[in-house]
C-alpha cells in the first residue's frame, strides 16, 4: 500500500520577495532521511504525525510531498540537479488536486513522466517537446497557476528508493 509522506510541521507557504519571485529548493537525502529515523529524528510525517521512513526506503508508490504551494502561485518550471542517482527508481513529478489548479485535471506527472534518476545529472521539468529552455519555438514549457493549497509531490515508480540524493526547484511568482 502506498504511503503519501510530508515534511512534518511545514503548512501551506512559500518564500518570496516584493516583487513577488518564488523559488522554491529542496534537498532530498533519502539515506540521511532513513538514519534520522532510526535515530529517532525524522523530518518526515503521514497526516501530521512524525514518521520515520523505514529502512528499506521509498516503496513503489510512494509519494512525497515535496513542497506545499499556497493560491495564487504560478509556476513557471524547475529541475533537479542528482548528485547520487537512485537505487532503482523513476519518478513522476506533478500534483494530485483536480481542484487546486486552474485549467487543470490532477496530474501526478504534470512536469516529469518516469524521469530515470539512478545516474548523476541534471532534469529539466519540461514535458512538451523538450527545447524550451535551449531555443525559443512558440511553445512555452508547462505552467501551473494554483487557485487553491496545492501540494507538489514526487509518486516513486521503481523499487524501493534508498540511495538517491538530488536539489529540486522550481520558480515562478506569487500572484494574488
Partial sequence: MATTYHYYKEGYAVP???FGHVL???????????????????PLAVAG???ALESTGFAATDILQLWRVPAGVLLLGGGIRVSTGGSATT?????????ATMAEAAEGDRW????DLTAAGYINFDTEDGNEWTAF???????TLSIGNLSLDITFNGAAETTLIADFWMFGYKVY
Avoid at 519555438?137 to 505552467?143: A, F, I, K, L, T
Wanted: net charge negative; hydrophobic share 40%.
Fill in 91 to 99: 519518478i513522476d513529478f506533478g500534483h494530485a488536486s483536480a481542484t
Fill in 24 to 42: 522554491l529548493r529542496r534537498h532530498l537525502d533519502v539515506p540521511a532521511i532513513i538514519a534520522s529515523g532510526a535515530a529517532g529524528y525524522s
Fill in 137 to 143: 519555438d512558440g511553445n512555452y514549457g508547462v505552467q
Fill in 16 to 18: 518570496y520577495d516584493a
Fill in 112 to 115: 516529469l513522466d518516469a524521469a
Fill in 49 to 51: 504525525v512524525r514518521t
